[in-house]
Every structure is written in C-alpha cells, then in structure tokens.
C-alpha cells in the first residue's frame, strides 16, 4: 500500500440514492477543490461548488466538504465530495483525480488501514468494517474479477509472465552474473520483453480511453417502423418538443438526438428514421442506414410499433423494450404476439407511459450499479499500467533517465513497474523470479 | 560434574563460532560446546567467502565486530570483487580461502575471546525444565547448565550421506551425526523439514595437468572484507577453469538411476541453485558443456574443489566422469563427492531475534533454520548469540529489519516465508538493494552495533576515524563547483542550462570519478581510496536514495505496528481459510509482516486489525469526519429525479 500518497475512493455504494460520495484523505486533501478549478469551503460547512473539467467545462454541482485533519474518520485531512450518483460524473472525476501528481485511488482497506494507523477508528468501527469485507476473501475476489475482466484476465496473465521474465533476466545478470549459462543476451532479451510490455500498456491505455467515452452516458435508440410514434415517445420522455412530429410516415428522415438524465445517469436518446422495406427513396434509404447504425451502438433499444401501424422485419440486436403505441385507438389493427413482454402505451392519452418510464428508469438503475463498480475496477487499473508504464519508460532511458545507467536502475525501474502492477498482475515476488530464472538457466558453478 | 554458563552455543561452525563470540562479546559467560576443537571454524565445502548477497553479508558480520571478514581476510588466497563492471550497490566481494589458515584465524579469534570457554564433547540432549531450556547433557554423561542454548547443528541432525546407492549416517564425512536433539525438537512441537545438499570430489592437484587449463586470476591489489584489514599479505593464487564434454555427459546419462536423487533413495529438497551435475544434464540436456572451477583448497595443500560438478553418484562413475573433463585425465580422486540429507527447523517457529517462539531459552543458527551456506550461517549466528545473551541479561530482542541489511532481510525472509529449499541470499531478496550495499555496510550497522554492546574499541576508533574523512570530504565536495559553462570548459558533459554544480553533483553523472575531478580541483587528490568508493557510490544513488529512504520510513510504520501474540486467525471473519492458516504459522510480530506474508491483500488486514481491536479494547479516538459525511449525505437530499 502506498502511503505516502493521498487517496481517494468512490465511498457511496450503488448509485441509487442519487448521489455518489468520493472521499479523500491525505496531506493533499486540501487541493482537491482546486483540482476542479473550485475553491475550498470553510472546514467542516457543507457547501455547493461547481467543479470544472480541464477544458473548462462543467463537471457537475456538488456538495463539498472541507475536513481538516486530525478530526477526521482518518485523522488525515480529508474532502468530500458528494457528486450526482452517476457513473459518467464518478468516472470523470476519479479519472481527474487520479491524473493529479501525489493522488491515487485507494484500495480496499485503505481508508480503515489509515483510520487505524491514527489511532481513529474504535472497536465497533473496526469490527464493523470486518464484516462489511467478510466477503473479501481471496476467492471471491478473484471470482469478481473474472467475471468482471472476463478476457482481459488472461491478458493480465500475460502481462505478469512477460514481467516476471523481463524482470527474472536482469535480475540474473545481477545475481548470477558469473555464470557462464547467464550471458550478456540475457539483458538483452530483457529490453526486448520491456519494450513489447511497453507497447501493450501503450495500446491497452488508448483503448481504456476510448472505453471510458463509451461510458460517459447510456444511448437508448427509439426504433421501429415508420409512424408507430416513436418521435412522439421521445418528446414525452425528454418534455419538450425536440422531435417533429407529424402524423405522416416518415417525417423523421435523420437520427435526432436529445439528452436528458434518468437515474443519475445521463443518456443520450435518439429518435430514427422508421424503418420498412422495399423504399428506392435515396434520402429515406440513407436515414434507414444511420438508423441501423444507431441500433447497433445502442445500449437500450426500444423497439416501438403502433397499434394500427405496419409491422416490419426486427433488426439483428434483440430490443431491451417492445412499446405497443396508440392503444387509444381501440380495436386498430392486429397486435403483434408473442414470448416478449409487451409495453402497451399510448401517447396520446397518456396511457401505460408512466409503467413504461418506471420499467426504463429500472433498467438504467441497474446498469448504472454494474457500471459504478466496473468503474473503480478499471479506473485502478488504469492508473495501475500508467504508472507501471511510466516506470518502464524510465527503465528504457526514454525520458532522460540516461544512457549508461548501470543494470541495477534499470532493474529498479522495472522492480517500480511490477510493484506498480501488482493490483492488476498480482504481486510478482523474488520467489517468481529466482524460479524462472533457475528453470531458464543452469546456475550453479 | 555441573558447570554454570549464561549462553551454551551448540555446534563450532560459522553460525556456533559467531554465536559463541557475539554473546561472549557482550559479556554473557559463553561455551562453545563441539566434537573437538581442532574441526572449529572448518568449511565442510568450498574453500570460498562471500560472494553476491553473500559478500554482504560478510561486510555486515564485520560491521557488527563479528569474525569472519577478518578471518576469510587472513586466509583468503584470492579475491575478487565480483559485479567489479556494475554499480557499486551489486559488487561483492568474494575470496578463496586456504582451509587450514581459515580454521587457525577462527581458532584463535575463538581462543582469545574473552567470557568463551570451549568445551569439547558431544550434545546428547537439552534440559528442559517446565518448558524452558536450561541446560545441555552431553554423550559421555556430563551435563552443563545455562540460561540460553544457541543451537547450530548444521547438517548433523539426522544427517545422512549418500553416495550411490551407499547410505552414511553422518554430520560430515567421517563425522558422527546427531540424532537424539531432533527427536528432542520434533517432541517440543517444533515443525520440521528435511533438506539436502552436495559437495563435489576433491582432487589432487599434483595430478592435475595446470598448463592445459585457462587461468583465472584474483584482483590486484585484493581488496579485504573487513574494514580493520588494511592489505592482504597472504600469498594470492590463481584458481582454473575447465568444463564438461560430451563424452562426461554421456557417462551421467547413462548411469543417472544410479543416482539417489533419481533412485527415488533421496527425499529431501536440495537447492536450485546449486544443482548435481545428473541435475543439470538432465534438466539442461540441450546444454553441450558446463564450467568447472578448480578452487586450491590451501597454499601447502594439494587438495583442489571442483566447484560445479557436487554429485551423488556412485564412486567408480564419478572416477570415469571426471577424468573425461580436460585436465582431468589423469586424475587422482582424494574422496567422492556425495549428496548429505538432514534436518531442519522450520524457521517459522522463530522470532525476529532467532528464539523458538514456543521453547524460552533456545535460539537457532545457521542451516538447522534451512538456510545453506557459511555467510548466511555466520550472520545468524551472530544475531541468536546477540540475542540470547540480551535475554539472559533479561533485555528485549535485538532486531535488524530489512532496511538495516541483509542479515535483516533474510531473517524475515525465513521466520514470514518459510523455506522450500536451502535458502541462499541474493541481492534481488533485498528491496532496498541500492542502499544497502557492502562498502556502507559499516555506515549502516556499526552505530546500532554501538548501542548493543557488541563493537569494541579497536573498530570503533576505526570507524570514527573512517566516519571522519568521509565527512570531511563530503564537505568538501560540496563547497567546490562549477558554472555549466565551466563545467564543459572542463570536459564535462553537462547541460548548458546555466546551473552551477558541486564537485558532489557532478560525480553523479557517469564516467565522471573523483580522479577525473582532482584534475579540476587538485584538493580531492589526498582523498583516500575507501573513502573515495564511498563518496563516487554515494553520488551514484543520490538521485534513488531520497525516494528510498521515503520507503524505509514508510516500511518501518508498519513494522512500529505489533500484533498481539495470542491473536487468534482462526477467530477472524473474513479472511480466507489459506491466510488463516499461513498467518497461524507464521504469527506476524507487527503488521508490516503480516503484509508480506504471501498472498495478504489490504482487505485480509482490515480482519487482522479488527482482530487486534478486538483483544485492546480501547476506544482511542472519534470519526467525526465519517459521521459528518454521513449526515451531510441524509442533509444533502439532491436526487436527479
């Protein structure tokens, strides 16, 4: 555990109760406020701040809080920050906070680690806090993490056996550098390692950066065939007139997008052009094709039909949600049938739309409660490659560490990455690597 | 007959002769009690000190007054500084030794020790007296009492030899082994293990064709291990190399079930590291030739170590194998070599300071705690006979941590860890490898040895004297400097960015020495060469050493924090049935050694503080900040909905 550095946590659990609570405790508490280009509330008054991305945007409206140390749950300066319970805010500023020099984000343990460590927590915090990680046995957690890496697991593992290789061969030609089965190659190989890990964290951490975009917000994508109402839905759910809406087929022609907040959780909605066969209108064709393009990137996919409308062919991606619109219109049409829960609404009369809302509202709750904790998962993790790949850079002499440093930095750096992984990895012990190096070599003169 | 002694150290090998001396030292009346005196300070396998890791902690033993860099350095017959092409932190010092120098210098440190008696005889049993050790019986009756024993029994307990199919009960060749103490050990609930090991044949060198052979010569001048030696005067030697051919690996293969580590004859674990030669031909089959060094075992003695070959086969093929290796052909053979099997203790019955955690009075040294080698051997028993001469003057234990040296690093490597094989040190066992190097051995340890009793006078003048110059030139260093630009007017690369840097700062940079900078400033040439290696390794791992020492104190945070000895694992909800059963084992002393113990996460320790908070009771301190946040949250109500 690092403990030099001032950490920080998502300490609210799911995002239910609408508001998410990151802690940080640490001689740089302090600045956490100035991070978000906002100032520091008066010690111990909860305050509204606003926090600002580095491009100067607003982050969210928060309520904070300025706990001078040692009367705190830690005895170390802390803030608080009670942001919107949604996983796009808690990862942006856990992103933020984590690129900020001398901060990192705390492990499980952590925070109770400090507290005791300052003589804070009583026995009752203490047992309590043992009971709340009773599930924190070791196979557990590493069931969690399966589930949740699924294949990245198995990159992981390779990251580990290409470190503890790397790391095995400078070692050895430290250790065992009057063996004669221990030649010069050996370092050579090891920068070799070394720079294939660095292309792999450079590669995995431009890809974490494209998956967190992914996760600022939640796309629902209205689809189905011309006329069913779908531009009349979305203006219902976002309350004002973004959709034109008219009652000819057609009359959205492009994807209109609208954003609004649902659980905490921003989401992008989007209004498509009806989709149905056999048109040899250019312009319609084109507004079918980004309408398939829209379905397909959609997390939640609504598929809305209208009671007296046309049926036409669902696409490949399964709808989260079936809407049946225009029940006011009694006896219209054949209803389509099946397996597949039905969401009948009206529009119009308002009819079933409340249900519905309530059944989305659900649904995003409990991607968003998946979403938070895969937040942290990844959000470490990343952390965990920059700093290792940091490290690495230094090991290659690629940011003026130098030429001519003797083996024994290089291996250091090295050392600083695999510590800097074990989060990731697992920690990679002297046992790991005294055992490749005497499965690799024949030591013992 | 009963005699009364303070601290009775069993065994006259590296660990006994540093223990005997280490608590003689302090004052405690010490026996050192062994088969005969003339076997003491022997070295049962190769003729060779140091090392690396093992160099340092030669130079740490030294640091701490003990004896075996001044002894290695009187009977040292070749030295070399390995790593000499590396930086400083991972240079060690290693010298052949002439066998019969070494064992007269041990003899006589021994013998003018004052508060040490030697008594010669063999241990039969310990007395223990309502679970405490209080004394030793001996095998021809007579019994000796105490208030400590210090047991470093080597490879004697249950010690077996094998050679071929042929099985020697033995300590060492020709050397009875003890057995009654074992049973003893395992009856008091000590957790055994068995391990093993090898040493090669020895050669006569007069049959040995020298001028086939590429030579290897030592260091010159030599560079002692100990900060009191001020020159080598033995005579120095070369040692040869030879290697394996094709028709040698032919002849192990052929007869490798002859082997008892392949017969299935052999249970115990040998080392990695140091492999048989059947081991290595039959892992690295791929490998065409493997070195072998002929060591000189003395200067009027013949007898040469063949270091690389340690073997267990049978008699007539070691006499075909050998004689296959260039050189070789017309060897004579002066005895087999052979694979030996013995007990050990498993360290994690140990504290910090070498006591069987369950058995008062007893504390172990050397390779019955499952270590190999003399070095390793010697500094323990330089910390159990520091330690059970502080317990009978009823002090606490004396500890090195890992951030002291090496000596720290591998005792808490062995009483967290455990051992699955004879455990050798290495530089890469230690985190904190770029401070604690062999030339600052004596910085780092002499001043604690100080405060324990345990430096005498003769070093301690030496190193004020030594601490002295150092300081001086360091000052001085730092009072002369140069602009960038008079620094490359000089011939120094440095960045033209206008800095100005000291004479220290620039000895940082690579390829730049103090010799290169006496040029510059003709004052640092009276600078002595110690104190110069010195300052040059200072300057080197300046830039690491800030962010290192960071981590020392960090790492000593956790090592303030204790766990109460009757913490019950068991007890604690939440931690996995696999910690609950290592951290039983092992019983962390503080909470930055329950964090190494293997596979700890932060969430494992939470349950171990919860436990430590169960069985102290004291409320100390409130949450305020935790109860503030909560209520603020209640307070706050904000929902997006």
């Known amino acids: 555990m690092n403990q030099d550095s001032t950490i920080f946590a998502l300490s609210s659990g799911s995002g239910r109760a609408g508001v998410a609570v990151v802690r940080v405790s640490g001689a740089e508490a302090g600045k956490v406020f100035a991070l978000f280009g906002s100032t520091c509330p008066a010690p111990r008054k909860a305050s509204l701040r606003r926090l600002f991305q580095p491009d100067g945007s607003v982050l969210d409206e928060v309520l904070a809080l300025w706990l001078p140390g040692p009367g705190t749950a830690t005895g170390e300066d802390m803030a608080e920050l009670h942001l919107h319970g949604s996983p796009a805010i808690v990862s942006a500023v856990l992103a933020q906070l984590s690129q900020a020099e001398g901060f990192a984000l705390a492990e499980r343990g952590a925070f109770s680690y400090r507290a005791y460590r300052n003589r804070k927590l009583d026995l009752l915090q203490v047992e309590g806090l043992a009971d709340v990680l009773e599930a924190e046995t070791d196979n557990q957690r590493r069931l969690a993490m399966r589930q949740f890496l699924g294949d990245a697991s198995h990159t992981y593992e390779t990251w580990r056996a290409d470190l503890v290789r790397a790391l095995a061969l400078m070692e050895a030609a430290i250790d065992f550098s009057e063996e004669d089965d221990v030649a010069v190659k050996a370092t050579a190989e090891a920068q070799a390692v070394v720079r294939r890990l660095i292309a792999a964290f450079t590669d995995a951490l431009s890809k974490a950066g494209r998956a967190a975009q992914v996760r600022r917000g939640l796309r629902v994508v209205l689809a189905g065939p011309p006329n069913a109402g779908k531009s009349s839905l979305l203006n219902w759910l976002v309350g004002r007139d973004t959709a034109i809406v008219s009652p000819v087929a057609g009359t959205t022609r492009d994807v209109v997008e609208s954003s609004l907040v649902i659980a905490g959780t921003p989401i992008l909605i989007s209004d498509t052009a009806g989709l149905h066969q056999g048109t040899t209108d250019v312009i319609e064709q084109e507004g079918m094709r980004r309408t398939l393009r829209a379905v397909g990137e959609a997390d939640i996919l609504v598929w809305v039909e209208a009671v007296d409308g046309v049926s036409t062919e669902e696409p490949e991606r399964k709808p989260d949600f079936r809407v049946l619109n225009k029940t006011d219109l009694a006896g219209a049409g054949s209803r389509p049938t099946g397996a597949e829960k039905v969401w009948p609404v009206s529009v119009r009369s308002g009819e079933g739309l409340d249900d519905f809302r309530a059944a989305l509202e659900e649904s995003i709750r409990v991607r968003n409660d998946l979403g938070e904790d895969a937040v942290v998962v990844r959000e470490r993790h990343r952390r965990a490659v920059e700093l290792a790949l940091g490290h690495l850079h230094h090991a290659r002499g690629e940011d003026g560490g130098g030429d001519g440093r003797g083996l024994e930095f290089i291996a250091e750096d090295m050392r600083k990455a695999a510590a800097a992984l074990a989060g990731v990895t697992g920690r990679v012990d002297v046992e790991d690597l005294l055992g490749e190096i005497f499965s690799a070599f024949c030591i013992g003169k | ?641």
């Open chain 2, 1 to 641: 007959m009963t005699h009364r002694f303070d601290v009775i150290v069993i065994g006259g090998g590296h660990a006994g002769c540093e223990a005997a001396a280490a608590s003689a030292r302090l004052g405690a009346n010490t026996a050192l009690l062994t088969h005969r005196f003339a076997t003491v300070g022997e070295m049962s396998c190769n003729p060779a000190i140091g090392g690396l890791g093992k160099g340092h902690l030669v130079r740490e033993i030294d640091a701490l007054d003990g004896l075996m860099g001044r002894v290695a350095d009187a009977a040292g017959i070749q030295f070399r500084m390995l790593n000499r092409s590396k930086g400083p932190a991972v240079r060690g010092p290693r010298a052949q030794a002439d066998r019969k120098l070494y064992r007269a210098a041990m003899q006589e440190a021994v013998a003018t020790q004052s508060s040490l008696t030697v008594v010669e005889g063999a241990a039969h049993g310990l007395v223990i007296n309502n679970g405490r050790v209080e004394g030793v019986t001996l095998e021809d009756g007579r019994s000796l009492s105490c208030a400590a024993v210090v047991l470093t029994t080597g490879t004697f307990l249950n010690g077996l030899i094998h050679i071929g199919e042929k099985k020697i009960p033995a300590g060492r060749v020709g050397e009875a082994p003890a057995r009654g103490l074992s049973e003893q050990l395992a009856a008091a609930g000590l957790a055994m293990g068995r391990l093993k090991t090898g040493t090669p044949a020895r050669l006569d060198g007069k049959t040995i064709r020298w001028d086939l052979l590429e030579e290897q010569r030592g260091d010159d001048p030599p560079e002692p291990f100990s900060f009191l030696t001020r020159a080598i005067t033995t005579p120095q030697v070369s040692c040869h190399i030879t290697c394996t051919t094709a028709e040698t690996h032919r002849i192990i293969a052929d007869n490798i079930g002859r082997s008892p580590l392949y017969s299935g004859q052999i249970s115990g674990v040998g080392p990695r590291y140091c492999p048989s030669i059947e081991d290595k031909i039959h892992r690295f089959a791929e490998k065409e030739s493997h070195q072998v060094f002929l060591e000189p075992e003395g200067l009027d003695d013949d007898t040469v170590y063949p270091n690389g070959i340690s073997t267990s086969l049978p008699e007539d093929v070691q006499d075909a194998f050998i004689r296959t290796l260039p050189g070789l052909a017309a060897v004579r053979i002066i005895r087999p070599g052979y694979a030996i099997e013995y007990d050990h203790v498993d360290p994690r019955e140990l504290t910090h300071g070498l006591a069987v955690r369950h058995l008062p009075g007893l504390f172990l040294a050397g390779q019955i705690n499952g270590t190999t080698g003399y070095e390793e051997a010697a500094a323990q028993g330089l910390i159990a006979g520091l330690n059970a001469a502080r317990a009978v003057a009823g002090l606490d234990a004396a500890v090195f941590d890992r951030a002291d040296g090496y000596l720290g690093v591998m005792v808490d490597d062995l009483v967290t860890r455990g051992v699955t094989e004879p455990y050798r040190m290495f530089t890469s066992r230690a985190e904190y490898r770029l401070s604690l190097r062999a030339d600052n051995a004596d910085e780092r340890l002499t001043p604690k040895g100080l405060g324990l009793g345990l430096v005498g006078p003769a070093r301690e003048a030496a190193f004020s004297a030594r601490m002295a110059a150092i300081t001086e030139a360091r000052t001085l260093m730092a009072s002369r400097a140069l602009t960038s630009a008079a620094a490359l007017k000089a011939g120094l690369k440095v960045n033209q960015d206008g800095q100005t840097r000291t004479a220290f700062q620039l000895l940082s940079m690579p390829e730049v020495t103090i010799d290169r900078l006496a040029e510059i400033w003709p004052d640092l040439r009276g600078l002595s060469g110690d104190v110069r290696t010195a300052l040059e390794a200072d300057a080197l791992y300046a830039g690491y050493a800030d962010r290192q020492r960071r981590e020392i104190e960090r790492f000593r945070e956790d090592d303030r924090e204790a766990i109460p000895d009757e913490l019950d694992y068991h007890s604690l909800p939440g931690l996995s049935m696999e910690l609950r059963q290592k951290l039983s084992r092992v019983r962390p002393a503080t909470v930055g050694q329950a964090l190494r113990v293997d596979g700890m996460t932060p969430a494992a320790l939470t349950c171990v503080l919860a436990g430590i908070a169960r069985l102290a009771p004291q409320s100390a301190g409130q949450s305020a900040g935790q109860s503030a946040g909560q209520s603020a949250t209640r307070n706050a109500g904000r929902t997006s909905w």
